[in-house]
């Protein structure tokens, strides 16, 4: 992956993290706020199985690469867990100040306009295998 850090530390460094340690403080379905690059995001991440949930309520900045860089540190810790599917839900559909450039580039990933359940988000379910 890119040179992205999130929080300070690369993917492979995050990864190398005891399981424990990462349910602990992330996967514990409480809202984070968290750094990827100089992306500012806010986010919930919970494991549902046979999901990896990541709901991201608010991303402020960035643009080098931070949505890349946390798909692929999710996509291998849910590889990693035997996990089937990233399930993203990312609420930026109904902004103050929408960011057009995040919109498109979900659009053009494949993201659509559902109420999975949290609300009206962008959703997209991939399997682990794809991202």
């Known amino acids: 992956m890119s040179s992205v850090q999130i929080e300070g530390y690369t993917v492979d460094e995050i990864l190398q993290l005891p399981d424990e340690q990462l349910e602990g403080l992330i996967l514990c379905d409480e809202p984070l706020v968290f750094r990827a690059g100089s ?5 919930r991440f919970r494991i549902d199985p046979p999901a990896l949930v990541l709901e991201l309520a608010h ?5 080098e690469g931070a949505l890349p860089a946390v798909a692929s540190l999710t996509a291998r810790y849910a590889q990693r867990k035997g996990l089937q599917w990233l399930e993203w839900r990312v609420h930026a559909v109904h902004c103050a100040r929408p ?5 498109r580039v979900l659009e053009r990933r494949g993201f659509a306009v559902r109420t999975p359940g949290t609300g009206e988000c962008y959703f997209l379910r991939s399997p ?3 991202i």
């Open 99 to 103: 960011n057009l450039k995040l919109r």
């Open 128 to 130: 682990v295998g794809a």
């Open 39 to 43: 992306a500012s995001l806010l986010g």
């Open 59 to 63: 991303v402020d900045g960035g643009g």
